[in-house]
């Protein structure tokens, strides 16, 4: 099991948010292959399921955002998660918006940023997607269990009537490389993104990527399932629209079913403040992640789930801190979770404490089923 991640909190939380994530993901890519990544190691958490397509040794992943750059997929693999997902990436390297644009809530669990896809580039993204052990041929089978996933956005400078050509260019370049895709456009923090989540601007953007997609499987033999990531800012009217378009694209015209080709993946960030309104930070602009957006992200995979049917490839995330929360987020609709707050909140042991607390309450709803 992991060292006690209470010991070393305070050090990373003495620092800036920023400074903090940076030291931690060097120390990651630097020590993730030597007998030191026993810090952070957690046994893998036997609970396998089928989603998209896809075998997962559990239900629980890394959401992104964390390891932008991909320079950490193995000391993640390490921390037992079912699934791992990095990026985004950009076509092009970018800085991102300008510091400081991270902020702790430390009374609500939560943070607030707005880095805006600050990434080396697709370039050096899949150079370190490559170089990654637990996908090379020969690896442990326990890492090569582990699937992943690469979250493709568009570059700032990109103008969002082109948006399409940079989801394009990073849909081809990590196609080869990925379990899966997912396509991030709910973003809080490049101007304009959360347009594509309209209803014609989504169509369009599905209709393309789908059929190129196609023609990648075609190319490399492999079929590999995309998925759109969303917001929690939006109404029920706006779920509804994004459902049906989800449907329309998702499912076999015929028969109605998914064709585990497509998932989706609820939510991204908030810009709500409602939950954190006396806090210092609370009017820094950014996305707000954490506990404050758990009951929202909750209430868009309700109604999803309700609009899309049981068997729709749905992951959960959004404010999950303990295995009690990863089990609500299942029975809200999620087929799996990610993480991301929580782990910088209460360290690699959430992992195990999710995946198990989740393997424990669905062996328990198949034996009383």
């Not at 320079?71 to 092009?92: H, N, Q, S, W």
């Not at 909140?345 to 959430?350: D, E, H, I």
Request: proline share 7%.
């Amino acid at each position: 099991m992991p060292l006690p991640y209470a010991l070393l909190r305070p050090a990373l939380f003495a620092m800036d948010p920023e400074s903090a994530h940076e030291h931690m993901m060097d120390a990651l890519a630097k020590l993730q292959h030597s007998p030191l990544a026993c810090a952070w190691g957690n046994p893998q958490v036997n609970d396998p399921i089928r989603l998209a397509g896809m075998d997962l040794p559990n239900r629980v992943g890394l959401a992104a955002g964390l390891d932008k750059n991909a320079r950490c997929i193995d000391a993640f693999a390490a921390m037992g998660f079912g699934l791992v997902e990095v990026g985004t990436v950009t076509p092009l390297a970018q800085p991102g918006n300008p510091k400081p644009r991270m902020f702790r809530l430390p009374e609500h669990d939560a943070l607030i940023n707005r880095l805006g896809f600050n990434n080396d580039g697709l370039q050096a993204f899949v150079r370190n997607v490559k170089a990654a052990r637990c996908r090379q041929p020969g690896a442990r089978a326990t890492a090569t269990r582990m699937r992943l996933g690469l979250n493709i956005g568009k570059n700032a400078a990109t103008p969002i009537e082109r948006a399409t050509d940079d989801y394009l260019i990073g849909l081809a370049g990590v196609y080869p490389h990925a379990d899966y895709v997912t396509v991030n456009i709910s973003s809080p923090n490049t101007k304009n993104l959360r347009e594509l989540q309209g209803d014609e601007a989504l169509d369009a953007l599905l209709a393309t990527l789908m059929g190129r997609r196609a023609e990648l499987a075609q190319e490399h033999g492999a079929e590999k399932p995309l998925f759109v990531k969303i917001a929690p800012d939006l109404d029920d009217a706006q779920v509804a629209v994004i459902a049906a378009t989800l449907k329309r694209h998702g499912c076999d015209a015929d028969s109605g079913q998914p064709t585990q080709r497509l998932g989706v993946i609820a939510t991204n960030t908030t810009l709500n403040r409602d939950a954190v309104a006396s806090h210092r930070h609370a009017g820094e602009a950014g996305g707000l992640s954490g506990k404050p957006v758990f009951a929202a992200s909750n209430a868009v995979i309700r109604q999803l789930r309700a609009a899309l049917g049981p068997d729709f490839p749905l992951i959960g995330v959004g404010g999950i801190g303990s295995g009690a929360d990863a089990v609500t987020k299942l029975r809200a609709g999620a087929d799996a979770v990610q993480i991301y707050t929580g782990l910088i909140y209460k360290g690699p042991a959430l992992v195990h404490e999710a995946a198990q607390a989740i393997a424990q309450a669905t062996a328990k709803a198949h034996t009383q089923g």
